[in-house]
């Protein structure tokens, strides 16, 4: 697989398919074989040039423990490292949850690079104490569980993930999770950037996600936006839910060439 060099730390990523390039980021505790397992990059490669990216303390990336090196504009400037090890100077991007939050971290330092951003489940503001829905906690309950262990915050999720699910999730080293989640949890209020944010933009969100309010609001402060509310699914619901989903993503990629 190849791998990109941000400042002596190690980016995997997977290319296939062949078209303009598109980016796709995974969320917390997730990695880039997500968008396999869901049908994604099989319906995208169609069309485009797919580089799913496992972020930095996820999958096959190197694992800082350091919650400093996992600040927005640093998960930012990987995703231009990549890009830039292709030699690409511009890409739509698509990322979901955390993801999302890189979204908005590229709209800030690298707008320049990005024909399109297509960002689910997130929004700018600050997260704090947010509950996401019910079963996945507020940060500070999942950074408390991560505190004894991957075992005991899997242990903890309702409903129970299936095995493919629950043997990922074991298999993310504790120490680089608990460093981003503080990151995600402590990150600073970038909402300004919304005015600036004229690129093509698609926002995303289940509407029974905690997060859901945040991401209506912010919508309404992008210039260019298309917004989509999925009805009944929550934050977990929507990765897996590419069925519904992805006629959006095509729909919106197909108009903005």
């Not at 390039?21 to 995208?44: A, C, R």
């Not at 930012?76 to 100077?89: F, G, K, L, T, W």
């Not at 929550?234 to 989903?245: A, C, N």
Request: hydrophobic fraction near 35%; proline fraction near 6%; aromatic fraction near 8%.
């Amino acid at each position: 697989m190849p791998v990109a060099n941000n400042s002596g730390t190690h980016i995997n990523y997977e290319i296939t398919g062949d078209g303009p390039p598109l980016i796709l980021q995974h969320g917390l505790t997730s990695k880039l074989d997500k968008w396999n397992w869901y049908g994604y990059v099989d319906e995208l490669k169609r069309s485009y040039r797919v580089i799913s990216v496992d972020a930095r303390g996820h999958g096959k990336s190197d694992k800082p423990y350091d919650a400093s090196l996992y600040d927005r504009k640093i998960m930012a400037s990987d995703i231009v490292s990549v890009m830039d090890r292709e030699n690409i100077n511009k890409a739509h991007y698509m990322g979901y949850s955390m993801g999302g939050s890189i979204g908005f971290g590229l709209a800030e330092a690298f707008p320049q690079r990005f024909y399109s951003l297509i960002i689910g489940g997130m929004h700018p503001y600050p997260l704090g104490d947010l509950e996401l829905e019910p079963g996945v906690k507020a940060l500070d309950f999942m950074l408390e569980s991560l505190e004894h262990g991957m075992d005991v915050y899997v242990g903890g999720l309702e409903p129970v993930p299936d095995e493919r699910e629950l043997n990922h999730l074991l298999s993310n080293d504790v120490k680089a999770i608990t460093a981003a989640t503080l990151a995600l949890r402590d990150r600073p209020d970038i909402s300004g950037v919304l005015p600036t944010m004229t690129m093509p933009c698609l926002v995303y969100c289940g509407d029974q996600d905690g997060l859901y309010p945040g991401t209506e609001e912010c919508v309404k402060h992008m210039p260019n936006v298309t917004w989509v509310s999925l009805s009944g699914l929550d934050h977990g619901d929507v990765m897996e839910r590419s069925d519904v989903l992805l006629p959006h993503v095509l729909n919106f990629l197909a108009n903005t060439r």
